[in-house]
């Protein structure tokens, strides 16, 4: 009779773990070692199709995400992967992204030649045998299942973290990586002859960030560190005609043919020098004066560092990078090919306003604010100088005609943003998107 009620005892407190696991969507010391497991990949395929295969499993060194809040819930990105405990089938962790590959699809040179890119995904280290499981948006925007594989992270328990040699240096530092949101900065075309320019640069990087809100109000939230990986020479490759300097992470202008586009297609070598230390969110920035950058959520952002509009470029690129906001401009040339959009786009700053009754930001809309909202759309499309604060609903959180480069079909919150123009100030709708993601990276 003893043993009998020793063992319902037991079973009630293992109900009651189990119970406050489910509610407090965590248990990381349960399932987790306080390590980050990488699994680089090739990603390859066509505009029609794709295909996985694993490349190498690593040990990323300290994990320094999300402890709280492991299964990300606000459903972003084009693809999402998530980390099934083999023996329970019990979701341990999930995580919404972008990538170039999913970008490169939709340009014209992905309808002509199959082409391979280098991929990398970051979760905590599982305890036990572990099913990944990768998801993408089909034709309608629903999440399908489109590769999955079962890893045994005893095969690499012995796996050492090492990153390529190269000076780190935190320039912010308000607590433990893995309570904080954590920034780190590498640097590309600066060679060692650059190293005070890089400090100066990344300086000036966290003045911009933390100029606008809803950082600066939460600066004590983040951690910033810079990782020196100097390149041989100083510059980035075509910031003029023929110049291909041996950069260190390969960065590029003229990606997918769009001068200002910089990225890199060597994602590895970015994430080798990332992981000298713990983080969240990954800065690339360009030792170059011209214009030029780029942001994809999730994986990182690219900067110049010393053109006029730097600060604006860095800051609307952390916007795509952190929360995978949409850019709601429409006027300028890109190299995707869009269409008009038959369902609701994901991200949490753009509307194809299919229902207007069930607008995704319809909390934040004054009921007097008519919806679609009027605004001088033809006389910007002529003369994009116009006035947008004298607007009769400058102020208001409406929908705005004119987004993610449509012209017609897709509207966005305000009538200006930095996702939409060189304003220096996130709407009211993306600064909530912000806030929403940090959220989840912050343990108090
Ligand atoms: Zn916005």
């Given at each position: 009779?003893?043993k009998?009620?020793?063992?319902?005892?037991?079973?009630?407190?293992?109900?009651l773990?189990?119970?406050?696991?489910?509610?407090?969507?965590?248990?990381?010391?349960?399932?987790?070692?306080?390590k980050?497991?990488?699994?680089?990949?090739?990603?390859?395929?066509?505009?029609?199709?794709?295909?996985?295969?694993?490349?190498?499993?690593?040990?990323?060194g300290?994990?320094g995400?999300r402890?709280?809040?492991?299964?990300?819930?606000?459903?972003?990105?084009?693809?999402?992967?998530?980390?099934?405990?083999?023996?329970?089938?019990?979701?341990?962790?999930?995580?919404?992204?972008c990538?170039?590959?999913?970008?490169?699809?939709?340009?014209?040179?992905a309808?002509?030649?199959?082409?391979?890119?280098?991929?990398?995904i970051?979760?905590?280290?599982?305890?036990?045998?572990?099913?990944?499981?990768?998801r993408?948006?089909?034709?309608t925007?629903?999440?399908?299942?489109?590769?999955?594989?079962?890893?045994?992270?005893?095969?690499y328990?012995?796996?050492e973290?090492?990153?390529?040699?190269?000076?780190?240096r935190?320039?912010?530092?308000?607590?433990?990586?893995?309570?904080?949101?954590?920034?780190v900065?590498?640097?590309?075309?600066?060679?060692?002859?650059?190293?005070?320019?890089?400090?100066?640069?990344?300086?000036?990087?966290?003045d911009?960030?933390?100029?606008?809100?809803?950082?600066?109000?939460?600066?004590?939230?983040?951690?910033?560190?810079?990782v020196?990986?100097?390149?041989?020479?100083?510059?980035i490759?075509?910031?003029?005609?023929?110049?291909?300097?041996?950069?260190?992470?390969?960065?590029?202008?003229?990606?997918?043919g769009?001068?200002r586009?910089?990225?890199?297609?060597?994602?590895?070598?970015?994430?080798?020098?990332?992981?000298?230390?713990?983080?969240?969110?990954?800065?690339?920035?360009?030792?170059?004066?011209k214009?030029?950058?780029?942001?994809?959520?999730?994986?990182?952002?690219?900067?110049?560092?010393?053109s006029?509009?730097?600060?604006?470029?860095?800051?609307?690129e952390?916007?795509?990078?952190?929360?995978?906001?949409?850019?709601?401009?429409?006027?300028?040339d890109?190299?995707?090919?869009?269409?008009?959009?038959?369902?609701?786009?994901?991200?949490?700053?753009?509307?194809?306003?299919?229902?207007?009754?069930?607008?995704k930001?319809?909390?934040?809309?004054?009921?007097?604010?008519?919806?679609?909202?009027?605004?001088?759309?033809?006389k910007?499309?002529?003369?994009?100088?116009?006035?947008l604060?004298?607007?009769?609903?400058s102020?208001k959180?409406?929908?705005?005609?004119?987004?993610?480069?449509?012209?017609k079909?897709?509207?966005?919150p305000?009538?200006?943003?930095i996702?939409?123009?060189?304003?220096?100030?996130?709407?009211?709708?993306?600064?909530?998107?912000?806030?929403?993601?940090?959220?989840?990276?912050?343990?108090?």
């Amino acid at each position: 009779m003893k043993k009998f009620t020793i063992l319902l005892a037991f079973m009630s407190v293992s109900a009651l773990a189990t119970a406050q696991a489910t509610k407090s969507n965590g248990n990381f010391d349960g399932y987790f070692e306080n390590k980050t497991m990488r699994i680089d990949y090739i990603h390859g395929g066509n505009s029609s199709t794709e295909s996985f295969k694993i490349f190498g499993i690593k040990n990323d060194g300290l994990w320094g995400g999300r402890v709280k809040v492991m299964n990300d819930p606000y459903n972003l990105g084009l693809y999402a992967f998530d980390i099934v405990d083999a023996a329970s089938g019990k979701v341990l962790y999930t995580q919404g992204f972008c990538s170039v590959f999913g970008e490169w699809q939709t340009t014209i040179e992905a309808g002509e030649i199959n082409k391979d890119f280098e991929e990398s995904i970051r979760f905590p280290w599982p305890k036990n045998i572990f099913k990944l499981v990768m998801r993408k948006r089909d034709s309608t925007n629903t999440f399908q299942t489109i590769w999955t594989e079962t890893v045994n992270p005893a095969l690499y328990a012995k796996a050492e973290h090492s990153s390529p040699p190269a000076q780190v240096r935190y320039f912010m530092k308000n607590g433990n990586p893995k309570y904080k949101v954590d920034i780190v900065v590498l640097a590309d075309g600066y060679a060692v002859a650059d190293s005070t320019v890089f400090s100066n640069d990344v300086q000036q990087f966290i003045d911009a960030f933390f100029s606008v809100e809803p950082f600066k109000g939460r600066k004590a939230d983040f951690n910033v560190a810079a990782v020196y990986s100097t390149s041989p020479v100083s510059g980035i490759r075509l910031q003029k005609p023929n110049y291909y300097p041996a950069n260190i992470l390969g960065c590029s202008y003229y990606t997918f043919g769009t001068e200002r586009y910089v990225l890199t297609e060597r994602e590895w070598t970015v994430r080798d020098y990332a992981s000298a230390v713990p983080y969240d969110f990954l800065v690339i920035l360009l030792n170059s004066d011209k214009y030029g950058g780029g942001g994809i959520y999730n994986l990182y952002i690219t900067a110049s560092a010393k053109s006029v509009s730097s600060g604006y470029v860095m800051v609307h690129e952390m916007g795509h990078h952190i929360a995978g906001l949409a850019d709601e401009y429409y006027t300028s040339d890109v190299a995707y090919q869009i269409s008009m959009p038959k369902y609701e786009p994901w991200e949490f700053n753009i509307t194809a306003l299919l229902k207007p009754e069930n607008l995704k930001w319809k909390s934040m809309v004054d009921p007097t604010t008519p919806i679609p909202t009027p605004w001088q759309k033809e006389k910007y499309e002529q003369n994009e100088a116009l006035n947008l604060a004298d607007e009769v609903y400058s102020n208001k959180v409406g929908a705005f005609e004119g987004a993610g480069y449509l012209s017609k079909g897709l509207y966005r919150p305000e009538i200006d943003c930095i996702m939409f123009s060189n304003s220096l100030k996130f709407c009211r709708v993306c600064r909530k998107g912000l806030n929403r993601v940090l959220d989840m990276y912050i343990s108090r």
